[in-house]
């Protein structure tokens, strides 16, 4: 019988779940990915629990709300003690290796406290979020007046560039994320006029090529040991640029229509209003520039999906298809101008939705290849099933895991998890619209609980809900939050999000099993309190306390 014994967990950088043909995209077409969606279980209504690359992935590494474990921003570290997916894989006899980005920082001043060097073994995956690196590379070799964004960025793939001949201080910037114009002058990537530019780089040597490639010399050293790989890619994440051919296959007549009304633009919540007014959404807001960027971006796309054949095929060839789960998803989608809104920081499913696709060769699994799954998922329920594949039991750990493992849909034994309702966090403290609205960072937060139906949005500084209607309003165009008609809806999403806030979610040194297990243990080791005379608990629990016989010694020794 086939069994799955690896898994290949493949994460894109900012990809919308409406992008791929087989979600519905009439002119972007993704044969290979298709094809592992026909293989496997391709997942509708999946969600992310943060809008940002950070806390989402934070997230999906740990299996826990944001909530939960506190990693709220890009570059807010992940607190020393926090379990991960290597941590609860590693523990199983699975390797559990990271190929690309996390855009985890490091808890240093934990880590210092607790006297736990950086490059010892355990420091070295705290400091990876529990993952042994092949290649990390967050994507990003961004340089300004205040240093580097990241001085390890692109580190790596910079010593490559160099070594095949591009000669810059910034290969990352200069070649593969930038033009070029007839004088030999660099278009910078980070300007969204230059996005229609090709690459001034050769396709083979471009990111998404280097990174897959870089992944299947990974799996190519592995032995008999079970591994996860993590092959994380950058694209198709700002900057927006792509090298030739890719620059040039698709125009306006093979865009989606831009998802926006005048009536949304006109808003009266501060807080939308706010994010409507940032400079990337009035960038967005101009077709001029939204053309530009759709060019490249689904020009990466198509080039992440001809890379995924190689991969697949490279798969094949070495019979790692026959015992590897595959999966495929995103951090998070992109607004690309839909709402009146730019990159991904709000709760419309243009953000918060992304593609999920399952391909589990287990033979338990046949009966559920090239199926669609509309069952509410969250991202956070990836970790469980990972560790069900490494051989664990994914209910022994509900008091850390908050998500619910996926195999017994993907074994057809459940259509669904018990999950009532999606829930997305957003601490929005460290934006410049906080700071225009001068909000406390206590007060610069939301909330999204999403169900089958409805979706509401919550801010903490004391903003009206947001809500929508996603049966009657897919694309989320009309605001109901203010309709005292649908007072009664909102209140029961509340009652949602009220309860998913008051969950257990801290004790995590204590198994739900072993909570149950000690219930009245105490007894056994001689605690009474309450207990009016023997004859109310067992004789054998009381027999050190009956019948005893000592000397007198009331009037002293």
Same mark, same amino acid.
């Given at each position: 019988?086939?069994?799955?014994? $690896?898994?290949?967990?493949?994460?894109?950088?900012?990809?919308?779940?409406?992008?791929?043909?087989?979600?519905?995209?009439?002119?972007?077409?993704?044969?290979?990915?298709?094809?592992?969606?026909?293989?496997?279980?391709?997942?509708? &209504? /999946?969600?992310?629990?943060?809008?940002?690359?950070?806390?989402?992935?934070?997230?999906?590494?740990?299996?826990?709300?944001?909530?939960?474990?506190?990693?709220?921003? &890009? $570059?807010?570290?992940?607190?020393?003690?926090?379990? =991960?997916?290597? %941590?609860?894989?590693?523990?199983?006899?699975?390797?559990?290796?990271?190929?690309?980005?996390?855009?985890?920082?490091?808890?240093?001043?934990?880590?210092?406290?607790?006297?736990?060097?950086? %490059?010892?073994?355990?420091?070295?995956?705290?400091?990876?979020?529990?993952?042994?690196?092949?290649?990390?590379?967050?994507?990003?070799?961004?340089?300004?007046?205040?240093?580097?964004?990241?001085?390890?960025?692109? +580190?790596?793939?910079?010593?490559?560039?160099?070594?095949?001949?591009?000669?810059?201080?910034?290969?990352?910037?200069?070649?593969?994320?930038?033009?070029?114009?007839?004088?030999?002058?660099?278009?910078?990537?980070?300007?969204?006029? &230059?996005? *229609?530019?090709? @690459?001034?780089? @050769?396709?083979?040597?471009?990111? =998404?090529?280097?990174?897959?490639?870089?992944?299947?010399?990974?799996?190519?050293?592995?032995?008999?040991?079970?591994?996860?790989?993590?092959?994380?890619?950058?694209?198709?994440?700002?900057?927006?640029?792509?090298?030739?051919?890719?620059?040039?296959?698709?125009?306006?007549?093979?865009?989606?229509? !831009?998802?926006?009304?005048?009536?949304?633009?006109?808003?009266?919540?501060? !807080?939308?209003?706010?994010?409507? $007014? /940032?400079?990337?959404?009035? +960038?967005?807001?101009? *077709?001029?520039?939204?053309?530009?960027?759709?060019? +490249?971006?689904?020009?990466?796309?198509?080039?992440?999906? %001809?890379?995924?054949?190689?991969?697949?095929?490279?798969?094949?060839?070495?019979?790692?298809?026959?015992?590897?789960?595959?999966?495929?998803?995103?951090?998070?989608?992109?607004?690309?101008?839909?709402?009146?809104?730019?990159?991904?920081?709000?709760?419309?499913?243009?953000?918060?939705?992304?593609?999920?696709? !399952?391909? *589990?060769?287990?033979?338990?699994?046949?009966?559920?290849?090239?199926?669609?799954?509309?069952?509410?998922?969250?991202?956070? %329920?990836?970790?469980?099933?990972?560790?069900?594949?490494?051989?664990?039991?994914?209910?022994?750990?509900?008091?850390?895991?908050?998500?619910?493992?996926?195999?017994?849909?993907?074994?057809?034994?459940?259509?669904?998890?018990?999950?009532? /309702? +999606?829930?997305?966090?957003?601490?929005?403290?460290?934006?410049?619209?906080?700071?225009?609205?001068?909000?406390?960072?206590?007060?610069?937060?939301?909330?999204?609980? @999403?169900?089958?139906?409805?979706?509401?949005?919550?801010?903490?500084?004391?903003?009206?809900?947001?809500?929508?209607?996603?049966?009657?309003?897919?694309?989320?165009?009309?605001?109901?939050? /203010?309709?005292?008609?649908?007072?009664?809806?909102?209140?029961?999403?509340?009652?949602?999000?009220?309860?998913?806030?008051?969950?257990?979610?801290?004790?995590?040194?204590?198994?739900?099993?072993?909570?149950?297990? @000690?219930?009245?243990?105490?007894?056994?080791?001689?605690?009474?309190?309450?207990?009016? *005379?023997?004859?109310?608990?067992?004789?054998?629990?009381?027999?050190?306390?009956?019948?005893?016989?000592?000397?007198?010694?009331?009037?002293?020794?």
């Amino acid at each position: 019988m086939a069994k799955a014994k $690896n898994v290949l967990f493949i994460m894109c950088d900012q990809l919308r779940w409406d992008y791929l043909s087989c979600y519905g995209h009439p002119h972007l077409k993704t044969p290979h990915i298709d094809r592992l969606a026909s293989m496997g279980v391709r997942f509708t &209504n /999946a969600r992310i629990q943060s809008p940002l690359c950070g806390p989402s992935r934070m997230s999906c590494y740990t299996g826990r709300y944001v909530h939960s474990h506190g990693a709220t921003w &890009n $570059n807010v570290p992940l607190k020393v003690g926090e379990m =991960t997916m290597g %941590d609860h894989l590693r523990a199983l006899g699975m390797e559990t290796w990271l190929v690309g980005k996390t855009h985890m920082q490091a808890d240093a001043e934990g880590m210092k406290r607790l006297g736990l060097e950086p %490059d010892s073994v355990i420091g070295a995956r705290l400091s990876e979020c529990g993952f042994d690196v092949w290649e990390r590379d967050d994507g990003l070799r961004a340089e300004g007046p205040a240093g580097l964004y990241d001085p390890r960025g692109a +580190a790596t793939y910079n010593d490559y560039l160099r070594a095949k001949g591009y000669v810059s201080d910034n290969p990352w910037h200069d070649f593969a994320n930038s033009g070029l114009d007839e004088d030999g002058t660099v278009l910078s990537g980070w300007f969204l006029a &230059n996005s *229609d530019q090709p @690459a001034n780089i @050769a396709e083979e040597d471009s990111e =998404t090529p280097y990174m897959t490639r870089r992944g299947m010399e990974f799996i190519d050293s592995r032995g008999d040991q079970p591994w996860l790989c993590h092959l994380s890619l950058i694209k198709p994440h700002w900057p927006y640029v792509v090298p030739a051919p890719y620059h040039s296959l698709y125009g306006p007549q093979d865009f989606l229509p !831009v998802v926006r009304t005048e009536a949304e633009r006109q808003t009266d919540h501060p !807080v939308l209003g706010a994010f409507m $007014n /940032a400079p990337v959404a009035n +960038a967005f807001s101009r *077709d001029d520039i939204r053309e530009k960027v759709l060019r +490249a971006y689904m020009g990466l796309i198509k080039q992440i999906d %001809d890379q995924m054949g190689k991969l697949f095929q490279h798969l094949e060839d070495t019979g790692r298809m026959q015992d590897t789960m595959i999966v495929l998803t995103s951090d998070h989608g992109d607004y690309l101008g839909d709402h009146w809104l730019g990159e991904k920081m709000f709760f419309h499913d243009t953000s918060v939705k992304v593609p999920l696709i !399952v391909y *589990d060769p287990s033979t338990e699994a046949d009966a559920t290849r090239g199926t669609v799954c509309d069952a509410l998922i969250e991202q956070i %329920d990836l970790l469980p099933t990972f560790v069900e594949v490494a051989g664990g039991k994914a209910q022994d750990l509900d008091h850390i895991l908050e998500g619910h493992s996926l195999r017994p849909i993907l074994n057809g034994t459940a259509q669904a998890t018990s999950r009532k /309702a +999606a829930i997305c966090e957003y601490d929005w403290s460290m934006t410049p619209a906080a700071g225009r609205m001068n909000l406390h960072p206590d007060e610069a937060r939301m909330f999204m609980v @999403a169900d089958e139906r409805w979706k509401l949005i919550h801010f903490e500084n004391g903003a009206r809900p947001v809500l929508f209607d996603l049966r009657e309003d897919p694309q989320e165009l009309v605001d109901l939050g /203010a309709s005292e008609a649908h007072a009664e809806v909102i209140d029961g999403l509340y009652e949602h999000l009220f309860a998913w806030a008051r969950r257990q979610s801290q004790r995590q040194t204590r198994s739900n099993g072993a909570i149950m297990a @000690a219930r009245g243990g105490s007894q056994g080791k001689g605690i009474f309190i309450g207990i009016v *005379d023997e004859s109310a608990v067992p004789a054998e629990q009381s027999a050190f306390y009956t019948g005893r016989k000592v000397a007198d010694h009331r009037s002293g020794v």
